[in-house]
């Protein structure tokens, strides 16, 4: 357990800033770190946003919907008292976005988010077309829906004329930067999350690029964490007091994460639990091979993000909450409670899925529920079927890297932390819970210092105490584990190669 860290005081900060920046699944988030890593005082601020979503597998949000939300945090943050301060701003997006963007610079189509899955038939179609192993041993990343190159031939084969229109391709922090900035570029980890990306060499991928019907140059330009954007000294933004900024270009939000929680090296594993989820361990070497259910992108020119990702964890949460009428503040009391043979048995897929089955068209599948469940079993059989999932994928990769602890963070963890207690007995190994809010900002704030502040030591993120697994627990999740695999073989698998 670990402790001391604190929002600190304007005055008490250590020089140089950094101004942080986070797009995520609900909202757009901001914040000013000190050169420590200290979150400053006054600095902190979120604007909420949705996903438009449907039946059909979309999932979209307004761009310059987004564009507005960054303007309006960094007016807000950018005072003018922090002028000659702040040496650094950073961005950090949920992944696996794109934005069509036309000759005038605006954005000619929604931003399709890493959930939209309406290109499964455009996944069928690369799979048999394209040799899927060897895509993902050079680009780390299999053929799925929630990647670039099926997605952008969705687009031409649906709606050839908005494709035609779009003279690039954005992820939507290029895009935000490139309103807010005039300029753009793509950090390596959000052009490896495109699935499009060589990850031993760091260029974009020749067979992808043909398949996805796109040229090079309308991707954009990648640059490692040390190569910030050349804004010509910033003197026509319209903020003063980052006149002298560094401007990072935008990374993931799965590589800030794990920065954010201090799982920075191979012996310390991040699973985040938000919307979204995933495991990851950040390993410093381009793994030779990666298992077949895993992702493996790059971040930099030495660093590899290897693990897995699940689309539905507090999405499931929020949707079950809504659809059942739960009480909020019972939730957890279903979390805490022992294992009950009567649990319903849930494939928790509501947007499709990723790791380690890769089954695009995947959707929830609920089992053993009679007329007696109770809408708090149905949450419990569903929040299990998460932990499950993440088992999965730790499984996997076990076979690569053996990470000594597990660091867990996110809102599910802070709502509903004693799922933290089913997690631990489902993987088998104790799950450390960090305690601080808003990792991935955070993390956000260390890429940058890392470059700005190489030699300034940082503040290390307050962890909780340990959720060791229940011995008594071992039997009955062995058992649902064996459940779960022959339930995802008989409904998911015909739509997974895995």
């Known amino acids: 357990?670990?402790?001391?860290?604190?929002?600190?005081?304007?005055?008490?900060?250590?020089?140089?800033?950094?101004?942080?920046?986070?797009?995520?699944?609900?909202?757009?988030?901001?914040?000013?770190?000190?050169?420590?890593?200290?979150?400053?005082?006054?600095?902190?601020?979120?604007?909420?946003?949705?996903?438009?979503?449907?039946?059909?597998?979309?999932?979209?949000?307004?761009?310059?919907?987004?564009?507005?939300?960054?303007?309006?945090?960094?007016?807000?943050?950018?005072?003018?008292?922090?002028?000659?301060?702040?040496?650094?701003v950073a961005l950090d997006t949920f992944a696996s976005s794109?934005?069509?963007?036309?000759?005038?610079?605006?954005?000619v189509t929604p931003c399709y988010t890493y959930a939209d899955s309406r290109c499964h038939a455009?996944?069928?179609?690369?799979?048999?077309?394209?040799?899927?192993?060897?895509?993902?041993?050079?680009?780390?990343?299999?053929?799925?829906?929630?990647?670039?190159?099926?997605?952008?031939?969705?687009?031409?084969?649906?709606?050839?004329?908005?494709?035609?229109?779009?003279?690039?391709?954005?992820?939507?922090?290029e895009y935000a930067y490139l309103s807010l900035l005039g300029t753009t570029a793509a950090g390596t980890s959000t052009a490896a999350w495109?699935?499009?990306?060589?990850?031993?060499?760091?260029?974009?991928?020749?067979?992808?690029?043909?398949?996805?019907?796109?040229?090079e140059l309308q991707l954009c330009e990648v640059r490692?964490?040390?190569?910030?954007?050349?804004?010509?000294?910033?003197?026509?933004?319209?903020?003063?007091?980052?006149?002298?900024?560094?401007?990072?270009?935008?990374?993931?939000?799965?590589?800030?994460?794990?920065?954010?929680?201090?799982?920075?090296?191979?012996?310390?594993?991040?699973?985040?639990?938000?919307?979204?989820?995933?495991?990851?361990?950040?390993?410093?070497?381009?793994?030779?091979?990666v298992p077949s259910g895993l992702w493996c992108y790059r971040v930099d020119a030495d660093r590899s993000l290897l693990g897995g990702a699940v689309n539905d964890v507090g999405r499931m949460v929020s949707w079950l909450q809504s659809s059942l009428q739960l009480d909020a503040t019972d939730l957890d009391q279903v979390m805490a409670a022992a294992p009950d043979h009567a649990t319903p048995l849930v494939l928790p897929y509501l947007s499709g899925e990723r790791a380690t089955g890769w089954a695009a068209e995947a959707r929830a599948t609920f089992a053993g529920v009679s007329a007696a469940t109770t809408?708090?079993?149905?949450?419990?059989?569903?929040?299990?079927?998460?932990?499950l999932s993440y088992a999965r994928i730790a499984d996997q990769l076990g076979t690569v890297a053996r990470p000594a602890r597990i660091l867990a963070s996110g809102r599910v963890t802070q709502d509903l932390p004693a799922w933290q207690q089913v997690l631990a007995d489902v993987l088998g190994a104790p799950v450390e819970p960090v305690t601080i809010k808003r990792t991935t900002l955070h993390g956000t704030a260390l890429h940058a210092l890392a470059v700005l502040a190489l030699d300034t030591p940082r503040t290390r993120a307050t962890t909780g105490r340990s959720y060791e697994p229940t011995p008594d627990h071992e039997q009955y999740y062995r058992s649902r584990s064996s459940q779960y695999d022959a339930l995802y073989r008989a409904v998911v698998a015909s739509d997974s190669s895995a």
Not at 139 to 146: K, L, V
């Open 122 to 173: 455009q996944v069928a179609q690369l799979r048999s077309e394209l040799d899927e192993a060897q895509v993902q041993q050079r680009t780390g990343c299999r053929i799925h829906s929630s990647y670039l190159a099926p997605r952008l031939r969705w687009v031409e084969e649906t709606d050839p004329a908005t494709f035609s229109r779009a003279r690039r391709w954005m992820s939507l922090g």
């Open 224 to 289: 490692d964490p040390d190569q910030p954007l050349d804004l010509g000294g910033g003197a026509a933004l319209p903020w003063p007091a980052l006149r002298h900024a560094l401007w990072f270009a935008p990374i993931s939000d799965g590589f800030a994460s794990n920065l954010g929680t201090g799982a920075v090296d191979e012996t310390s594993a991040a699973v985040a639990a938000a919307t979204s989820g995933a495991i990851r361990v950040l390993v410093h070497a381009v793994p030779d091979q």
């Open 98 to 107: 794109l934005v069509g963007v036309g000759a005038d610079g605006s954005a």
């Open 375 to 387: 809408g708090a079993q149905i949450l419990r059989g569903a929040m299990e079927g998460v932990a």
């Open 1 to 88: 357990m670990t402790q001391g860290f604190t929002r600190v005081s304007a005055t008490d900060a250590l020089d140089p800033l950094v101004l942080a920046l986070d797009v995520g699944s609900t909202g757009s988030r901001g914040d000013v770190f000190d050169a420590t890593g200290r979150p400053v005082e006054g600095g902190r601020l979120k604007l909420p946003h949705a996903f438009t979503t449907a039946a059909d597998g979309t999932s979209v949000i307004d761009p310059d919907q987004v564009v507005g939300e960054l303007r309006h945090i960094i007016d807000e943050l950018a005072s003018r008292q922090l002028a000659g301060r702040v040496g650094g």
């Open 194 to 215: 495109t699935g499009m990306l060589d990850r031993r060499t760091g260029r974009w991928d020749g067979e992808l690029l043909a398949a996805a019907g796109v040229d």
